[in-house]
T-cell receptor, first 112, second 111 residues
Framework: DGGITQSPKYLFRKEGQNVTLSCEQNLNHDAMYWYRQDPGQGLRLIYYSQIVNDFQKGDIAEGYSVSREKKESFPLTVTSAQKNPTAFYLC???????????FGAGTRLSVL | QQPVQSPQAVILREGEDAVINCSSSKALYSVHWYRQKHGEAPVFLMILLKGGEQKGHDKISASFNEKKQQSSLYLTASQLSYSGTYFCGIQRSGSQGNLIFGKGTKLSVKP
């Protein structure tokens, strides 16, 4: 079955630590996205990539970094510069930008 | 800017109808609607394009008013399974294609 796999489902970060959230898709989609979801805030775009080896900042990129070395993979690193990382993180993909987005099950990140 | 969704929350009894609105201050090219159940991933419902017709799926339909830069989602004869948070995502005219999502409308359907 095609889809998007995010791991881990739950993640805990210590002070000053970088953590990486995984996102893999086997839908052969060109575009991939990372969103942050806080209660009552909707989905806010962190980074997006329209093609391999290229990505752009979204509205709230500070304290995050990404890479897109393979079409299937778009990992997100939450760096120690992100002072309020506790949130639900969603990865999505679409065939091309602005087409239907398919979401992973999400990773819930908490701070120890 | 984020589109504005209204209402923020609504509680229905099974069989009742609801309308959720999504408004933008800028010209729109398309509007996407998604539903998210608690703790799960958002799921695509439908997409409306500028100049397109009203869409529908089962008892859920949506319209796109270009003059008002607004889309409305209509849920008819609601079922318990309709409960969740509904998000609209807008693509502005002339944009590169990324969606900007609203804050969501929480719908609760009671027996």
């Amino acid at each position: 079955d095609g889809g998007i796999t995010q791991s881990p489902k739950y993640l805990f970060r210590k002070e000053g630590q970088n953590v990486t959230l995984s996102c893999e898709q086997n839908l052969n989609h060109d575009a991939m996205y990372w969103y942050r979801q806080d209660p009552g805030q909707g989905l806010r775009l962190i980074y997006y990539s329209q093609i391999v080896n290229d990505f752009q900042k979204g509205d709230i990129a500070e304290g995050y970094s990404v890479s897109r070395e393979k079409k299937e993979s778009f990992p997100l690193t939450v760096t120690s510069a992100q002072k309020n990382p506790t949130a639900f993180y969603l990865c999505a993909s679409s065939i091309v930008p602005a087409n239907i987005q398919y979401f992973g099950a999400g990773t819930r990140l908490s701070v120890l | 800017q984020q589109p504005v969704q209204s209402p923020q929350a609504v509680i229905l009894r099974e069989g009742e109808d609801a309308v959720i609105n999504c408004s933008s201050s800028k010209a729109l090219y398309s509007v996407h609607w998604y539903r998210q159940k608690h703790g799960e991933a958002p799921v695509f419902l439908m997409i409306l394009l500028k100049g397109g017709e009203q869409k529908g799926h089962d008892k859920i339909s949506a319209s796109f008013n270009e003059k008002k830069q607004q889309s409305s989602l209509y849920l008819t004869a609601s079922q318990l399974s309709y409960s969740g948070t509904y998000f609209c995502g807008i693509q502005r005219s002339g944009s590169q294609g990324n969606l900007i999502f609203g804050k969501g409308t929480k719908l609760s359907v009671k027996p």
